[in-house]
């Protein structure tokens, strides 16, 4: 059995995706996990490359915002790598977000300063996630007065505020990431 999860990070959904395939290891000849989207530096330089491909140029003064899930588990630092990445790959205005604000760092708050700090009065919001589903829709794009649309307006530091709802999965590279993940797990040893 090869099992190739749709997770974005190493978290807890995953960690207790590993528990429960393993716990069923002996129903099967042969069990093998593939791994997340962002298992090593050479995945998020391509999901970032792939991603900003899909974007197009940005305007000096406008800035792209990846609202991720966000976790409390250790695997939060894939956050703040992806941060580091994107500025060394020359993507200034380019900054991570998470819905639950963890690290702390990517909460909507601390990214807007991060925003008003940089300079950027034009925001692109879009989702970090496989699916554009409930946290896309509403969390980030919402009309809510707790969506991050609504406190990017409310902050009012923003001339233009575009939200993007398209989940990573409707993107052909990453999908390629996926497969290749799962080859790699078929032809683990």
């Not at 960690?15 to 099967?28: G, I, M, N």
């Not at 900054?95 to 300079?119: R, Y």
Request: with cysteine; aromatic share 6%; charged share 25%.
């Amino acid at each position: 059995m090869i099992v190739q999860p749709t997770h974005v990070i190493r978290g807890i959904e995953y960690d207790q995706l590993k528990e429960a395939v393993l716990e069923r290891r002996s129903q099967f000849e042969q069990v093998r996990i593939g791994t997340p989207l962002l298992t090593t530096s050479e995945d998020t330089d391509e999901v970032l490359q792939a991603v900003m491909a899909e974007i197009g140029t940005i305007e000096k003064e406008e800035a792209v915002v990846f609202m991720g899930h966000g976790t409390s588990h250790t695997a939060k630092i894939s956050y703040s790598q992806m941060q580091t990445q994107m500025e060394q790959l020359g993507y200034e205005n380019v900054f991570i977000g998470t819905v639950e604000g963890e690290p702390e760092d990517t909460a909507c708050e601390a990214v807007i300063e991060k925003l008003k700090n940089a300079g950027c009065k034009k925001s692109i919001l879009r989702p970090l996630m496989v699916v554009a589903g409930d946290h896309a829709n509403n969390d980030m794009a919402g009309d809510d007065d707790d969506s991050w649309k609504s406190q990017f307006e409310a902050s009012g530091a923003f001339d233009s505020i575009d939200t993007q709802i398209a989940g990573l999965g409707e993107i052909d590279a990453i999908q390629q990431l996926y497969v290749a993940h799962t080859q790699a797990a078929i032809d683990a040893e």
